[in-house]
Nanobody, 129 residues
Framework: QVQLVESGGGLVQTGGSLRLSCVVPGGTFSSYTLAWFRQAPGKEREFVAAISWNSGTHYTDSVKGRFTISRDNAQKTQYLQMNSLKPEDTAVYYC???????????????????????WGQGTQVTVSS
């Protein structure tokens, strides 16, 4: 596994926007499935969004239409653009990479944390009401 490097968290008011970034060093970035998870205080880590190697995207229902996951293969970076933020989006956000199921286009277990072998350190997102 490798350590992913996240940036972009912070404090924002309800309705505001933030963009998270995550650099995935080494390996064949273009072949990986990438994802974002989040963990609020006292709750389990939950799936937010994933993007396959060929840019197919998947979102949890609560963020559909508000969040956008994307990737830049040349920069080995994935992004999470978060718009119309709500207080319930407050959490530590983690980026993740599945470096084992390369060139995977399916949806099986994309929302399960155990499918991802590399993680970022986490970045705090706080949305004030």
């Amino acid at each position: 596994q490798v350590q992913l490097v996240e940036s972009g968290g912070g404090l924002v008011q309800t309705g505001g926007s933030l963009r998270l970034s995550c650099v995935v060093p080494g390996g064949t970035f273009s072949s990986y499935t990438l994802a974002w998870f989040r963990q609020a205080p006292g709750k389990e880590r939950e799936f937010v969004a994933a993007i396959s190697w060929n840019s197919g995207t998947h979102y949890t229902d609560s963020v559909k239409g508000r969040f956008t996951i994307s990737r830049d293969n040349a920069q080995k970076t994935q992004y999470l653009q978060m718009n119309s933020l709500k207080p319930e989006d407050t959490a530590v956000y983690y980026c993740a990479a599945d470096r084992t199921r390369t060139y995977y286009s399916g949806t099986y277990d994309l929302d399960k944390s155990y499918e991802y072998d590399s993680w970022g350190q986490g970045t705090q997102v706080t949305v004030s009401s």
